[in-house]
């Protein structure tokens, strides 16, 4: 069964224990989908992917109402990728909810694909904006947030960004400009994974403690680990629930989370896989999603994590 809150299926209408095995079994079905779209190419951003599977598992399966047919959907929440190089992430996510079909995943950075490697808003339904040249998401977020106030939209809109994201001005520029509008229609989500494309992002700049700026940016501020689905899930239904400020969500992730042989590859930020290595990788997927063992992990990238 798939849960997803959509104008037919209400999260209260469904049990938390349900919520959550459903949710569970979509992030497996979107790391597997981004395996097979980087087995395409033979490298990637996979690490990234597998790392932020169980964030748009919830996102998109427990948070987001929309209508999958219907991706232009005047009401719809709107889910902005900031980072387009997580466009393989969010196309596993989109076939899985089922705006797009599982078999155009096959042509995933192919000539004339709408697929393209970077994620392009004129080329793919449900891709809200082109990112790539990182900082822009949160900025397009609250012109879209003040938008839609203005219409009287009860509409939400999410911005995934990443830690390295933080190091762009234009994202805090963004932030103020929210909190002082008092845009509690946005939610910011930060993929926290500690890497980015020069390095470990405390190596390159230091954003910690990142919690404590966003507070102080006049943010209604939660931590998890990203890679833990209940701990997610009751951090949306909070803010779900949260009024009179912009809400950030702060994700502690794992690159490659779900596979172990990925997971500690040193050269992670771009990763290669070998031809022989793309089976192995499906195998410990499922092995990992059988035996339950991620529920075991708690990822602490940064300081007081909040769980």
Not at 104 to 119: F, H, I, K, Q
Request: with cysteine; net charge negative.
């Amino acid at each position: 069964m798939t849960v997803m809150t959509t104008e037919a299926t209400p999260v209260a209408q469904v049990s938390p224990a349900e919520r959550v095995r459903a949710v569970k079994e979509s992030a497996y079905r979107i790391r597997m989908h981004a395996l097979d779209m980087g087995e395409t190419q033979g490298q990637g951003y996979i690490g990234q992917a597998l790392g932020v599977a169980d964030v748009l598992a919830v996102v998109y399966q427990d948070v987001l109402n929309h209508r999958p047919h219907e991706p232009e959907w005047p009401q719809r929440d709107r889910f902005l990728l900031s980072i387009g190089h997580y466009a393989i992430a969010l196309y596993a996510a989109l076939a899985e909810a089922g705006v797009l079909d599982v078999g155009e995943l096959a042509t995933y950075g192919s000539d004339d694909s709408r697929l393209p490697m970077s994620g392009m808003a004129s080329y793919t339904p449900g891709m809200e904006i082109s990112g790539g040249s990182l900082g822009h998401g949160l900025g397009v977020a609250t012109g879209m947030a003040l938008g839609l106030r203005h219409q009287g939209s009860d509409a939400r809109v999410y911005n995934l960004l990443s830690d390295g994201e933080l190091d762009e001005g234009s994202t805090w520029e963004a932030a103020l400009a929210c909190a002082h509008h008092e845009l509690d229609n946005v939610t910011a989500i930060v993929d926290v994974n500690a890497l980015q494309a020069d390095g470990p992002t405390k190596g390159v700049l230091r954003t910690e403690p990142v919690m404590a700026k966003w507070e102080a940016f006049g943010w209604h501020a939660i931590r998890v680990d990203g890679n833990d689905i209940d701990a997610l899930v009751a951090a949306f239904d909070s803010l779900r629930e949260h009024r009179g400020s912009p809400s950030v969500l702060i994700c502690d992730t794992r690159i490659g989370c779900g596979v172990p042989m990925l997971e500690t590859r040193e050269k992670a930020h771009f990763m290669r896989v070998e031809e022989h290595e793309w089976q192995l990788a499906r195998d410990q997927l499922t092995t990992r999603h059988r035996t339950g063992t991620d529920s075991d992990h708690t990822t602490t990238h940064g300081e007081g994590l909040v769980r």
